[in-house]
DNA sequence: TTTATAGTTAAGGTCAACCTAATCTTAAAA
DNA sequence: TTTTAAGATTAGGTTGACCTTAACTATAAA
């Protein structure tokens, strides 16, 4: 496990050679706000992990190991970011300072699942870097709207999705919560409200509601 | 700002001290893994931070300051946990270690965002605590459970649950549709029952089974 | 080929933790 | 009331992960 710091080395050197190959010593260190110095001996530290490529007066790059890790973290920083805007409505700025300090906090598999639970938005630009990041991870599925499903079907909810940012907060804080198992309990008529069970808890739902609630059913027991 | 262990100290103080009112040196030292000696010293600068109470031999007690700050803490843990416990499906160990670092990471203002967007659930018993912890903040969740709703505040209900498949059934069958438009006319007492009404019908609902009912109070025109 | 600029090393500092060993307090047993 | 064991504290020291300044060195453009 690499450190809070290193780890922002790392997040910083991605930033910095995506577009160029390498990053310079002086300029990482204006944009770290630390000396020259510090930068050439934490790069040391990072060839020697073997996390950078550095070759004396030459620059820095990361190596795919190093690339894959600060990907990563940037995941992480942008899942973060993300939620902290889109769900809990805090500023940006803001949100892009707690999601510096909480991305090293948070573990891989918590991010990935993050990720699944906001359905798609990590695919999508990000406000805080120049180059767009890739969503975790996807698969083939049989995904059905809730109110197309018929009782006693199950599944897996795969996303929720709305026009209104409210509805699909609103589902989300009702514990509609992507990955998580759903089965139609009891149809109460055609266009009727749906009763379904998530573990213990069994909700009634509206007939609309349900609607933006897209479930995997090829899912039952697929684990992310 | 205090740092991760400083606040970590600060945590376990308040752990041991919920009961008894002050906590020794070594059962501290054990309950952290450290040497009792490092417990001495820390307490000393949390003392002149003016976190804790410290009298030499006499064992350690959070000061009102310290502990405003580590319950702060301990309910981010909570909200932490429960999240991804219940929206991430994390395992419980792996949350309650990931809430462990998460914890001095998130700012006060999204834990209690947080907390709204869950809706109540930090109200109740935590798994990791032996003690339930409260709520960060009573704050404005537009979706409330009907029972704490006030006399002649009305709203529409938006979805119905329980651990009890009857219970929603029963719920369902009495009228309690997820959509409808509902208000309280009359509150017999503080725990007894609620006269609501919906549409032409009045109806006297049981304290409990209203808690079952959450109602958008924000929503009393708006359509799904 | 010179020389400014950028980069590196050396030497040393700070800070927050931690530890062990020695010493001191307290409270309870003798 | 004295003794003493358990518990708490201090002193002194270590470590790791940073950081800095100052002096030195490489590079590449004039």
Redesign the interface.
Known sequence: MTTGNREDYLINILRLTEGEGVAKTTELATYMNVSPASVSEMIKVLAKEGLVNYEKYKGVSLTEEGLTYARQLRKKHHVLERF?TD????DHK?AHE?AC??E????D??AI??CH?MGTPVDSDCQSCKKPCKAVSEGVTRITPLNKLAQSESGRISHITSDDTE?V??L????F?P??EISI??I?SDG??R?V?MG???????Y??ASHIFVDTAAESEQF
Chains 1, 2 share one sequence.
């Open positions: 902290l769900y809990l409505n805090i803001t707690e300090r909480m090293h906090a948070i573990s598999e918590s699942k993050m639970m509805v907060k609103r989300i804080s009702m514990g919560v990955g998580r309990e009891t109460l009727g409200p009763i069970r213990n808890a069994t909700m009634a739902l509206d609309h509601l």
